[in-house]
């Protein structure tokens, strides 16, 4: 059994033991021992052994997995470096992970980059390889290292690697966010408000309910906008207005903000189809409308937001103003068409599309529609329809990437799956619907 002792930071194995072979592995023998190691733990019956030794393998479990995720990322910088992803017709390392894992996109993208910190950070990337670093402690440090920071906080490698080893993970990020202080502010303790402005962001988040939670910092000036809007908005609740239904003080902001935001939509050109100002899409099967979610082949989805339950959907029709550009399916791909009258996928139709779809069809893609380009599946040169169903919401990258390299795109109107093979047809992707 392999000798494992623990530090306050993190467990080690030192010895590698005699299963260690000195010549280079290949990669089928690395998949094999990967394998064999989660399986030996798998077959492990905690009730035969001390209480010394069952410490001993949760300690080499919790090393191993470090160790493995330490190299898992210079494998992931290798396979990104050489562009592996374009081999199953993904576009980014992210993408290929999302296609063959149950990944998340944030997860994907924090794999990759993970990885190159690592690259640039040699004292963390060894205490890492040696087990002596949780993933957690150097995620800490990938979190913050948004691009225009990442050279500070790699030039302060030694300190945080060593921090790494003996801290915890908060701390590690209380160390790091001092090193971004000196590069965001500038070196000064008290700076002026406008240096501060690139700090402004705003995020929104998935909640309880149905509701989602905003998130943000705002500048001066978008300060100084809210107030403004809040008070010219704002509409008192009528004086015969019950006291238990009365608004609270932040219930009329939320509503004074939405009533700002579609007289926005009301002046923006981009907010019209066909002439028609809309704020909001919505997709619903019809037997939705009806009240037989049962018997529904889709749930109902808005525009930007995409899957909502059907209760949500139909106290969204019931409440919203008239400006909801209402879309109604029998089931997903019911094939809408204007046959091949047209080469250009018609405003109406491209909101169809883009409610069926929500964004790149391309595998492991997440490219919202609204950047992608409509492409023919079946060319309008080749007798192809411009209809819903022969329209390939791509983005640019996997466009280019489909022509370049000749991937033939397939589409089951009943499943809604997308199907990719390749020229030699050697390889075949599927990539589900958007959340049906
Ligand atoms: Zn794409």
Not at 250 to 271: N, V
Not at 302 to 327: K, M, Q, S, W, Y
Request: hydrophobic content about 40%; aromatic content about 4%; proline content about 6%.
């Amino acid at each position: 059994m392999d000798t494992v002792y623990a530090t306050r930071g993190g467990c080690v194995a030192r010895d590698r033991g005699p299963a260690y072979d000195a010549a280079p592995p290949t990669a089928a023998r690395v998949v094999a021992a990967l394998t064999a190691g989660a399986d030996a733990l798998a077959g492990f019956d905690p009730q035969v052994c001390s209480d010394e030794e069952l410490g001993a393998v949760l300690l080499a479990a919790e090393a191993a997995q470090r160790r493995i995720a330490a190299h898992q990322a210079t494998t992931i910088r290798a396979f990104d470096q050489r562009d592996a992803a374009r081999h199953d017709a993904c576009v980014t390392t992210a993408g290929w992970l999302r296609l063959h894992t149950t990944m998340g996109p944030g997860a994907a993208k924090k794999r990759v980059k993970r990885a190159y910190l690592l690259q640039a950070m040699t004292h963390l990337r060894a205490a890492y390889e040696e087990g002596a670093v949780a993933t957690e402690q150097v995620d800490a440090i990938v979190y913050r290292a948004i691009p225009s920071r990442a050279a500070a906080i790699a030039e302060h490698d030694d300190t945080l690697a060593q921090l790494a080893r003996n801290a915890e993970p908060r701390e590690v990020a209380v160390a790091v966010t001092r090193i971004i202080d000196t590069v965001d502010r500038d070196g000064t303790d008290n700076p002026p408000p406008c240096a501060n402005d690139d700090l402004r962001g705003i995020d929104t988040f998935g909640g309880y309910a149905g509701l989602s939670s905003v998130r943000g910092s705002t500048t001066t000036l978008l300060n100084e906008l809210l107030a403004r809007t809040f008070r010219v908005f704002d509409t008192p609740d009528p004086a015969d207005t019950p006291v238990a239904q009365r608004r609270g003080a932040t219930q009329r902001r939320h509503d004074a903000l939405q009533a700002a935001l579609a007289t926005a939509l009301d002046h923006h050109p981009g907010a019209t189809i066909d002439g028609v100002k809309t704020h909001a899409s919505l997709f619903v099967d019809l037997r939705t409308m009806l009240g037989d979610d049962d018997l529904a082949t889709i749930r109902p989805r808005l525009g930007e937001t995409g899957v909502i339950d059907a209760e949500t959907a139909r106290h969204i029709i019931a409440t919203t103003n008239p400006t909801l550009r209402l879309v109604l399916g029998l089931g997903p791909w019911l094939p809408i068409t204007v046959s091949r009258t047209r080469r250009v996928l018609p405003q109406w139709l491209r909101g169809a599309s883009q409610l069926a779809h929500q964004h790149c069809v391309g595998p492991g893609c997440d490219v919202k529609f609204s950047r992608c380009e409509a492409d023919h599946r079946e060319p309008h040169c080749n007798s192809g329809a411009t209809a819903l169903f022969n329209d390939n919401p791509l983005c640019p990258p996997h466009n280019q990437l489909k022509h370049d390299e000749q991937w033939t795109l397939t589409f089951d109107v009943d499943t809604g799956v997308t199907t990719w093979t390749s020229a030699d047809a050697t390889r075949v992707i599927r990539v589900p619907p958007a959340e049906p």
